[in-house]
């Protein structure tokens, strides 16, 4: 298949949501709604009695609904914006919506935390009464959460100043940096042609057999980015400066505080986890150095890591690429495989290979609507496919809650990837066991320990240079020089000894859009959390079959109702603190090495 045949993947209907895209009516005065109603209930908020009792309790219940209300309007406002900006980074108008609904954030935060120093003033006794009706019950967790939280934060005139100073100050070098990313192409040569290629094309070039064509894309990326270092350098030092003196406002000790609370995971349970992937080396070497005998590559650089193996010259169309997603899905849950041909059918995903797209894959969501949006590159290989699968994960997990209160609906990264990563084993496994020739049972094979690989490496050292970076920023400004050797010293303690002395990527710290994120700090252990969460859920749906499928949905329901922990004892039977868990999920992920080094030979 030709790229000329992978472009006919297809483009979104962002019309049935609101109809005109950055012209549309509909959503510019949905845009105004929320801000109208910002201003409503600023000002009743202020005549509310500031303590519950029995008189004004029906007040109250009525407020908060309103507030869970506009809370879905803004997530679906942001959404959307979201989806405008990454289908044309170069749409100016669609920033200045981004830009616009930036305000509206800053004024629903300081309103919430109006709510949020309410919530923590009140005695116990009347709060559970409050939170005891029915209209709010399922969203319990959530309100209980933010009053545990406002309880650790500043005085709420703080945290309102706090939210009002971050459009213009902290998110904005979020944008700042997102703006570079788009911007930024390369010229790139390949057949004798040369073609500007954008950064998401780019690394799609990562994955190719050739590995001229990926240390090209690889030296093209670095050099790209070499141009933009000194801005990425003060984006992220800013950004981080701002969250810095916010925990230090709020006596957060630890930079990792945060994420945790974000996460609904102890520091316990994220402890036991890396030291169980820590436990995976030896297998990790094995699976690194029988590829790269198979390969024939001695020194291991970074741009090898996707490097395909096997059947590598096989092409999907991206019909061929849905088809097989769902009906691997109807094997197991008939309900997910009609969703996921639903939603493919009405145009739901952005897939096709242009320029000017944002890069990487995301899937988001609309509650007021009841329906998401995926957007990826799609140029018919199979790790194209698994991406596919796995945001398609996402957007059948927001189906299972849309019809829940929104608060009940807000589920933390740690267990949003639950349902991405199970379609992509479920996927993976199913292409194996229908392999028959040993080149593409190998190609398999590598996918799913290079995914393992991912996880276990490349997920560890963002982590590793976040908490790094987060600990010197505390002292001063980091430098760009520095920022490198704090990338490079990272991946030599994640990569176990398997990349070569100079194979690795010192400007991952400015490529990697994750760090740069404003809105979610620390955004890569919850993706390894996920893998082996989502390990564990999907060997129990091996081992129990379509019977799963109805406690799978019950899993996925809960997922914005309680803590990461209570989720899999819940429903899994298992202490996530414990290193148990863990470390039979990275066996059970580990468990294809042998298989792949007798391939290999």
Not at 407 to 420: C, R
Not at 532 to 555: C, H, I, M, Q, W
Request: net charge negative; proline share 2%.
């Amino acid at each position: 298949m030709t790229v000329e045949t992978a472009t006919k993947a297809p483009t979104w209907d962002l019309d049935s949501l609101f109809p005109g895209a950055t012209d549309s009516k509909e959503f510019e005065d949905f845009r105004k709604n929320i801000n109208t109603d910002l201003k409503t209930l600023t000002n009743e908020l202020e005549k509310l009695p500031p303590q519950l009792d029995d008189s004004n309790r029906q007040q109250w219940l009525d407020y908060i609904l309103k507030i869970q209300d506009l809370t879905a309007r803004v997530f679906d406002a942001e959404s959307f914006a979201h989806c405008l900006v990454t289908q044309n980074v170069k749409d100016e108008k669609a920033h200045q919506i981004v830009g616009e609904i930036d305000v509206y954030v800053a004024a629903f935060k300081r309103l919430l935390v109006q709510v949020e120093a309410f919530a923590k003033n009140q005695p116990d006794d009347k709060w559970n009464e409050l939170l005891d009706n029915d209209a709010l019950k399922e969203g319990s967790f959530f309100l209980n959460e933010l009053r545990e939280i406002a309880r650790k934060k500043m005085p709420p005139e703080f945290e309102s100043l706090a939210a009002e100073l971050a459009v213009n100050g902290y998110h904005a070098w979020n944008r700042l940096y997102d703006k570079m990313y788009g911007e930024l192409g390369v010229d790139f040569s390949e057949n004798g042609k040369t073609e500007v290629l954008s950064l998401g094309q780019l690394a799609n070039k990562m994955t190719s057999a050739d590995r001229d064509i990926r240390k090209q894309a690889f030296e093209k990326l670095e050099a790209a980015w070499e141009t933009r270092s000194t801005e990425a350098s003060m984006a992220l030092n800013f950004q981080a400066g701002f969250r810095l003196t916010l925990y230090e406002k709020r006596n957060w000790n630890s930079v990792v505080f945060e994420p945790l609370l974000e996460s609904r995971i102890s520091e316990a349970t994220l402890n036991a986890m890396w030291s169980a992937v820590a436990k995976a080396e030896p297998k990790i070497q094995r699976y690194i150095e029988a590829k790269k005998k198979l390969t024939g590559i001695n020194n291991f650089r970074w741009y090898d890591q996707a490097a395909p193996v096997g059947a590598s010259d096989r092409k999907y169309s991206f019909d061929e690429a849905s088809g097989f997603i769902v009906d691997k899905l109807a094997g197991f849950n008939q309900d997910q495989a009609d969703f996921t041909r639903m939603a493919l059918d009405k145009r739901w995903v952005e897939a096709e290979y242009r320029a000017g797209k944002a890069g990487g894959a995301f899937c988001t969501s609309l509650s007021t609507k009841k329906e998401s949006r995926v957007l990826m590159t799609f140029e018919g290989t199979f790790d194209n496919l698994l991406t596919l699968a796995h945001e398609l994960g996402h957007a059948y997990h927001q189906q299972v809650v849309c019809e829940l209160p929104v608060f009940a609906q807000v589920y933390p990264m740690t267990l949003a990837e639950t349902a991405s990563i199970f379609n992509e084993m479920l996927v993976a496994d199913a292409a194996l066991m229908q392999a028959t020739e040993r080149d593409e049972k190998l190609m398999l094979l590598d996918q799913k320990l290079q995914n393992a690989y991912t996880l276990f490496c490349n997920i560890n050292a963002r982590f590793i240079f976040d908490k790094t970076f987060y600990e010197e920023r505390k002292n001063g400004l980091v430098s760009r020089a520095r920022l490198d050797e704090i990338m490079v010293d990272s991946q030599k303690k994640s990569f176990m000894g398997t990349l070569a002395d100079d194979g690795y990527h010192k400007l991952f710290w400015a490529s990697k859009l994750h760090f740069f994120l404003t809105d979610t700090p620390f955004y890569n252990f919850p993706y390894t959390f996920g893998f082996l969460f989502a390990s564990g859920v999907y060997n129990r749906a091996k081992t129990e079959g379509k019977a799963f499928a109805p406690k799978y949905r019950d899993l996925l329901a809960d997922t914005g109702k309680m803590t990461s922990e209570d989720v899999a004892r819940k429903h899994m039977n298992v202490d996530l603190t414990k290193e148990d868990f863990w470390t039979e999920a990275v066996n059970r992920v580990m468990s294809d090495v042998e298989e792949f080094e007798k391939l290999v030979g």
